[in-house]
């Protein structure tokens, strides 16, 4: 028997044979692809690999030991890219194939990862049979048996890839007790460059240079005091995204503005309750902060991260009195969104009539209890619908619905679409 290392049986008491077996279960069913599992060093773990994983192609080039060796070292950089990451990395292997690593980690701690693909993204071509060959010059194999192998290579697009992906990473955190809060923060920081980068591109189009959005800075204001977390975040991303587009580049400028945005969200979280001398105390450690970072999406994330902790005081300031008080509510539906309940019946758990909770939950949460409510049910779906074989029936009761017009229609004006379409989206 082979002795596994150390690093295998870390992600072996991580992650089981029970749940490789529903993901890959669940992933060939929506994509037709099988699964690798590979330790952090890079090893494969056989007992967790798709039987349909394996293609000719990569036996042939593995018979070599030189290709074995790269591509352990290929599995070994895909890894630490998707772990640096935090998201899907799909890259072309060293003998010029696409193959796709989902990191697997448990909050700080990277365990290893899960592969697929191992195709072409375009039709099999004389110019894709060079490039073949000379990747794999110096090595010793049969030309002609790699070359028909090459040929026998599934074909898949592009977009289905990028998909099986997304699918394959909700998946795995879905199925898994493993907590991707640091995989969540770095996915967090990309999307926060897109939506930087989406506004600069928006600004390029007005043909004129944006002045400084003065009026964005009260919007913020505004969405902190309340805590809106989701509303504060785009406001901050459209302010940064107008202070790189008038000064791309120049990272001086980004500081000066981050440390004038530190007031602004100093003042907001001031106004929202927390004591000043907190504040000030917190100014003085982020402003050392600030000129201690020397990238621009270091800064960009940080801000970020203050920002949250800005809303945060705001919550444990005075007002979380009303925070707590409205905790046993948020609580009640959490656990029991999946029946048919009634406003007294949660206005019951925190002791008040119906229109003080109403008023008390919109003030303090920025949403009104049914939207909430309405939140907790259709995330709890795409869920299901991820998942799942369940039928778009049965999860609409599985949710808390009796009418299924009803939750066709809630879910497609929160998510854009119908729940048969969601899931059909997801197996493309």
């Known amino acids: 028997m082979v002795k596994k290392s150390a690093k295998t049986v870390e992600l072996l008491d991580m992650f089981t044979k029970k749940h490789f077996e529903r993901i890959d279960k669940m992933f060939d069913r929506n994509f ?22 394996s293609r000719e192609f990569c036996r042939i080039v593995r018979s070599s030991r030189t290709g074995a060796s790269r591509c352990r070292q290929d599995r070994l950089r895909s890894l630490n890219l998707a772990i640096e990451t935090g998201q899907p990395y799909t890259s072309l292997c060293h003998a010029g194939i696409v193959f796709v690593c989902v990191p697997i980690m448990d909050q700080h701690i990277p365990l290893g990862g899960l592969f697929f693909g191992k195709c072409l993204t375009d039709e099999f071509s004389y110019i894709a049979e060079e490039d073949i060959l000379k990747r794999l010059k110096g090595l010793r194999l049969n030309r002609t048996k790699l070359i028909e192998a090459a040929r026998n290579l599934p074909l898949i697009p592009s977009r289905r890839i990028h998909d099986a992906a997304e699918f394959l990473f909700i998946l795995l955190y879905e199925v898994t007790t493993l907590d991707p809060s640091t995989v969540h923060w770095r996915r967090q920081q990309a999307q926060q460059q897109s939506e930087i980068s989406e506004h600069i591109q928006k600004s390029k189009k007005l043909g004129h240079i944006t002045q400084y959005p003065y009026e964005s800075e009260q919007k913020l204001i505004a969405k902190v005091k309340i805590g809106d977390r989701t509303g504060a975040k785009e406001t901050l991303n459209t302010i940064l995204g107008t202070i790189m587009f008038r000064n791309p580049g120049d990272l001086n400028v980004l500081k000066a503005r981050l440390v004038e945005l530190l007031s602004v969200l100093s003042r907001a979280a001031a106004e929202g309750g927390v004591d000043i001398n907190l504040l000030l105390e917190k100014n003085l450690a982020y402003i050392g902060k600030v000129l201690n970072i020397n990238t621009q ?12 902790d800005f809303i945060e005081s705001v919550y444990t ?35 008040l009539s119906v229109s003080r909770l109403a008023h008390l939950f919109k003030e303090q949460m920025g949403i009104t209890l049914i939207d909430y409510l309405t939140n907790v049910r259709i995330t709890h779906a795409k869920r299901l619908l991820l998942t799942t074989d369940d039928s778009c029936t049965t999860i609409c009761y599985r949710v808390g619905y009796n009418n299924q017009s009803y939750f066709t229609r809630t879910f497609k004006d929160i998510a854009g679409m119908t729940p048969g379409q969601f899931r059909q989206n997801n197996k493309r």
């Open 32 to 53: 037709a692809l099988g699964i690798e599992t590979a330790a952090i060093d890079g090893n494969e773990i056989g007992s967790m690999c798709s039987s349909s994983c």
């Open 297 to 308: 999406q270091d800064l960009c994330a940080w801000i970020s991260h203050g920002l949250n």
């Open 317 to 351: 300031s005075q007002d979380a009195k009303k925070i707590t008080q409205l905790k046993p509510a948020i609580d009640y539906i959490d656990a029991n969104f999946d029946r048919q309940i009634t406003l007294p019946e949660i206005a019951k758990q925190v002791h």
